[in-house]
């Protein structure tokens, strides 16, 4: 079993940067691929980017490449989301996931684990 925990969001300008956090329990945390996901205000839920569980591989929505960066930490067992140049559009609560696997995996469905979420709003 584990439980994620985000925390780092909040409002910003356009323009701006934000940075992500996700907490996991765990000792197995490095053998988890982790995701990425948001959810806009009446729009389902879209897959952000993810993460293979060595850091070595990342995978972007085209919408965020260039401005949003993952990465990890597995020593704190931790991923981070930093997002750069953000935009209005990019206003959603984010959420992270992890599953278990060698490679990293942009379907929801294919996740096993869900944070609570955390929101993000950009003004204009």
């Known amino acids: 079993q584990v439980q994620l925990v985000e925390s780092g969001g909040g409002l910003v300008q356009a323009g701006g940067s934000l940075r992500l956090s996700c907490a996991a329990s765990?000792?197995?945390?490095?053998?988890?691929?982790m995701g990425w996901f948001r959810q806009a205000p009446g729009k389902e839920r879209e897959f952000v980017g993810a993460i293979t569980w060595s850091g070595s591989s990342t995978y972007y929505v085209d919408s965020v490449k260039g401005r949003f960066t993952i990465s990890r930490d597995n020593a704190k067992n931790t991923v981070y989301l930093q997002m750069n140049s953000l935009k209005p559009e990019d206003t959603a609560v984010y959420y992270c996931a992890a599953r278990r696997g060698s490679y990293y995996y942009g379907q929801g469905y294919e996740y096993d684990y869900w944070g609570q979420g955390t929101q993000v709003t950009v003004s204009s």
């Open positions: 765990g000792r197995t945390f490095s053998s988890y691929a």
